[in-house]
């Protein structure tokens, strides 16, 4: 028995975006999982990263640390409980989708970025100790299921947007497998509003059959922690970059070591780093 | 005489990202700009997108869709006035400086993310056929001006956070040029919070000498709007693919046509396409 946390965020009941939830909760429940959903907007989410997210006083008001300040009360119990009550329901998930528009501005609306800044607590989600391959949430997957206001073409490496895998790093890596989760593809739902109702169920449609076995997909690959230094920085090693010099991709969308970057990085799930062939 | 508008956002008035602003204020108002300041977290400034945003009744409450819908507020003078108040600032200014700690998660922080959704309503700072090099505010600039968590060897193409370049790309390619913002180099303060005193001010005193002629910076260069043919999906012109064929270089970072990413592209301002020698 799996535990599916759904994080929401959209303002409307009607939108494409409710019908993918929706569509998410149902499949999911009838494979036998359990589904929270924290519906944002309709919880009136507060956004914003402030003073009042701490229940008791704050060692430093003069100068106030967010990052230090709430980790210092969530070790005390002292965060509001807004944002216990989410974090509650992460500690017990084994999936997260975030389902949304993100693509408001290339990037997750203010109030989900809001639920990332203040659920994702320093020393409850993650410490520069333990990130990425060895973050908290190592043993959860999460994933990315959103509408675009733009057609597919338009995020290509040749498109005036850009390829859609530059956009998703900063999401995927630094903020997903940052804290440890195995990041699952994301399901892209390219401009419904700008298709016919029958390519809308096309998208759904796919995104139900893909629900049915999301459990057991292979994941998203990032270059493993070991791979780089501690002691330089987080720098590549040495007999690394050596071992994949003659590659003619880098390792990653980020990591790309001046090379191409790798194809659909972000989006697929690419064999392994030593196997691999994109050619 | 130049008008500057600086939207911040850090919570505490003895942060470095206050003082990077207070020298922005101070130096520009020296060199005879007027300055506005929308000092966020001050003003508690609504971060997330909702109906109540629209003070008259919407046109489809059933089936809620924010980007129009405050289009036709916009148009009718419908909007609420905190998003008004911005939008007067916004018109006035010739140089906008977004200072931040955006590296709250790779982006910024949620309550800037909702200053961006909520000011730059559709019609007003863009629209799918003014953007990007046509944008509404082609005549203005902006940039980001803002502190890291980590240090700056972390955020390099062989380092675990990956390339900066990479992660300003949705920010600065997404929202800056996509309004059609002139986008200045970015101003980064290395992991402030890990450094000395001294090497703060010394990062202080490179921010101030810079302040006083930033109005005659050259501008970041992206591929111009007529690279891309609209019948395609605002892909690259065959014509221009080919005459960039034999470059080890694609335009840009997003839009890097499967062949190396620019170096610093998003970070210093390139020479032209056509004459640049980047190896």
Redesign the interface.
């Known amino acids: 028995l799996k535990n599916v946390l759904i994080v929401y965020a959209h303002?409307?009941s009607?939108?494409f975006n409710a019908a993918a939830k929706d569509v998410a909760v149902e499949v999911l429940k009838a494979s036998g999982c359990t589904v929270d959903v924290s519906d944002l907007?309709a919880i009136?989410?507060k956004?914003?990263?402030?003073?009042e997210d701490i229940t008791v006083g704050v060692k430093d008001p003069?100068?106030?640390?967010?990052?230090e300040e709430t980790k210092l009360a969530w070790e005390r119990n002292e965060l509001s409980s807004d944002i216990t009550k989410e974090q509650c329901k992460l500690k017990k998930a084994d999936l997260v989708i975030f389902q949304v528009f993100p693509m408001?501005?290339?990037?997750?609306?203010?109030?989900m970025?809001?639920w990332?800044?203040?659920v994702?607590t320093l020393g409850f989600a993650f410490s520069p100790e333990k990130c990425?391959g060895e973050g908290f949430f190592k043993d959860k997957m999460a994933m990315l299921s959103f509408t675009t206001?733009s057609?597919q073409?338009?995020f290509?490496?040749?498109?005036?947007?850009?390829?859609m895998n530059?956009?998703l790093?900063?999401?995927q890596?630094?903020?997903l497998h940052?804290c440890g989760f195995k990041v699952l593809a994301p399901e892209i739902f390219w401009a419904p509003?700008h298709v016919s109702r029958s390519e809308c169920s096309t998208m759904l449609n796919h995104w139900r059959i893909r629900l049915g076995s999301l459990m057991s997909e292979k994941p998203l690959v990032f270059?493993p922690?070991d791979y780089?230094e501690k002691e330089?920085?987080?720098?590549?090693k040495p007999e690394i970059?050596e071992k994949f010099a003659t590659k003619e991709y880098?390792l990653?969308?980020?990591?790309?070591?001046?090379?191409?970057?790798p194809?659909n990085n972000q989006i697929a799930p690419n064999q392994n780093f030593t196997t691999s062939c994109r050619t």
């Open positions: 303002q409307s009607g939108s907007y009136n989410f956004a914003t990263a402030t003073v003069d100068c106030f640390c967010y990052a408001y501005w290339f990037s997750v609306p203010a109030i970025k809001g990332i800044d203040r994702l990425y206001g057609h073409s338009m290509s490496a040749n498109a005036i947007n850009g390829d530059i956009t790093w900063p999401l890596n630094g903020i940052y509003a270059p922690l780089f330089t920085g987080f720098q590549l970059i880098g990653a969308v980020g990591v790309h070591q001046g090379k191409k970057v194809l």
